[in-house]
Antibody, heavy 126, light 108 residues
Framework: QVQLQESGPGLVKPSETLSLTCSVS?????????WAWIRQPPGKGLEWIGS???????FYNTSLRSRATISVDTSKNQFSLKLTSVTAADTAVYYC???????????????????WGQGTLVTVSS | EVVLTQSPATLSLSPGESATLSCRAS???????LVWYQQRPGQAPRLLIY???SRAAGIPDRFSASGSGTASTLTISRLEPEDFAMYYC?????????FGPGTRLEIK
């Protein structure tokens, strides 16, 4: 059974870069899924940040594309999120998740999020 | 950009009753589909329904969904105390994932 666990600093200063890692156990990260980051500001709804495949294919939320980078480290069975130039609006619980997909006529289509980490709260404050 | 709306925003019911939650997309875009998640307080969301009407592993058959890629209805029959939570729909079908704002199912 796949398990995901987020880790990283719980406090980041404004204008700096938020960096989080998701450790995956019970499943090989290079075995056919996309891997995603989602966030949830306190008391608010869910926002998808982006998804990445182990071979480098990626999709991002249009509103975060310029600041977010997801990378995959198959040797450690981990994937990571970097979000640059953070502000208080980036304060949220950040979740990592497994993201099934299919390929139609050479194009990947990402589906739902079938396994989630427990989430980690990141506060942006000086 | 497709926007999802969920109704009602809050639903107040008693254990044993049935709940009907709705999700609708702002536009019809190709072969898109809707899925459902449950989020209990302090927990991560968990997948309930995928592929429009298939229950995820471990989800009781009290949960069912029907609809198309632009509108879906989640029905929860015989509400149990653990069912009172937030419910989010999500649309997929291309290169983006979009969530609805959620419906809060609370105990009356």
């Amino acid at each position: 059974q796949v398990q995901l666990q987020e880790s990283g600093p719980g406090l980041v200063k404004p204008s700096e870069t938020l960096s989080l890692t998701c450790s995956v156990s019970g499943y090989s990260i290079n075995s056919g899924y996309y891997w995603a980051w989602i966030r949830q500001p306190p008391g608010k709804g869910l926002e998808w940040i982006g998804s990445m495949y182990h071979h480098g294919g990626s999709f991002y939320n249009t509103s975060l594309r310029s600041r977010a980078t997801i990378s995959v480290d198959t040797s450690k069975n981990q994937f990571s999120l970097k979000l640059t130039s953070v502000t208080a609006a980036d304060t949220a619980v950040y979740y990592c998740a497994r993201n099934p997909h299919t390929t139609i006529r050479g194009m990947d289509i990402i589906y739902w999020l079938d396994s989630w980490g427990q989430g980690t709260l990141v506060t942006v404050s000086s | 950009e497709v926007v999802l709306t969920q109704s009602p925003a809050t639903l107040s019911l008693s254990p044993g009753e049935s709940a009907t939650l709705s999700c609708r997309a702002s536009q019809s875009v190709g072969s898109y589909h809707l899925v459902w998640y449950q989020q209990r307080p302090g927990q991560a969301p968990r997948l309930l329904i995928y592929g429009s009407s298939s229950r995820a592993a471990g989800i009781p058959d009290r949960f069912s969904a029907s609809g198309s890629g632009t509108a879906s209805t989640l029905t929860i029959s015989r509400l149990e105390p653990e069912d009172f939570a937030m419910y989010y729909c999500q649309q997929y079908g291309g290169s983006l994932i979009t969530f609805g704002p959620g419906t809060r199912l609370e105990i009356k």
